[in-house]
């Protein structure tokens, strides 16, 4: 594959400082935007973000984060963004048309392969692809976080399809303790 560089050496590991990684990667680039004491964080403010990412999502002995990848990773957010909230579908559209998949045969059988004219567009086409791949497979299962506050997307796979927070630990109690803290200011000024 031209411009491929499956030889080249991991970047150094920086500390991701994300609240939520994990996630399948179209949300996982959804999320590299997120919101902290009050304050919109944006791990893709530079060239040193899409490194992070990168690394994150094991993409980083393939492609590199440079000041092409960070635009298309910008547009691909944008992209899925954008159709998750059922606005300008056409956007991703334009994204996936920088790539294709390519049937192999591989010595284990039948097989695919991402192929790219510019290898600057591959992470970000991998993410809009899965994204398409989510929709699939179970779009009720693509969430946002519940808070109010909380900008994080999550793919649920709770037995019971009732996931409302991105993470019980932080969201999912600050709703529970503002709950509490209404109900106990309600009681105080009944007096009940």
Do not use: Q
Request: aromatic residues 6%; charged residues 30%; proline residues 6%.
């Amino acid at each position: 594959m031209p411009g491929a560089a499956a030889s080249r050496p991991p970047a150094p590991r920086t500390a991701d400082p994300r609240p939520l990684t994990g996630e399948p990667l179209a949300l996982d680039l959804l999320n590299t935007r997120w919101t902290r004491d009050g304050a919109v964080r944006d791990l893709l403010r530079d060239t040193h973000g899409p490194a992070v990412w990168l690394a994150a999502n094991g993409l980083d002995r393939r492609f590199t984060a440079d000041a092409a990848t960070l635009r298309h990773l910008l547009d691909a957010r944008d992209a899925i963004e954008a159709a998750l909230d059922g606005t300008r579908t056409e956007h991703l559209d334009r994204v996936l048309e920088h790539g294709r998949i390519r049937p192999t045969l591989t010595a284990g059988g039948p097989g695919e392969r991402a192929e790219f004219a510019d290898e600057a567009w591959g992470p970000a086409w991998l993410a809009a692809r899965n994204y398409l791949e989510l929709l699939a497979g179970a779009p009720d299962r693509i969430r946002g976080c519940a808070h109010e506050a909380c900008a994080l997307h999550f793919f649920d796979t709770s037995r019971n399809g009732a996931r409302r927070w991105c993470s019980m630990a932080t969201c999912g109690n600050r709703a529970k303790a503002a709950r509490h803290h209404a109900r106990s200011k309600e009681a105080r000024r009944t007096g009940s």
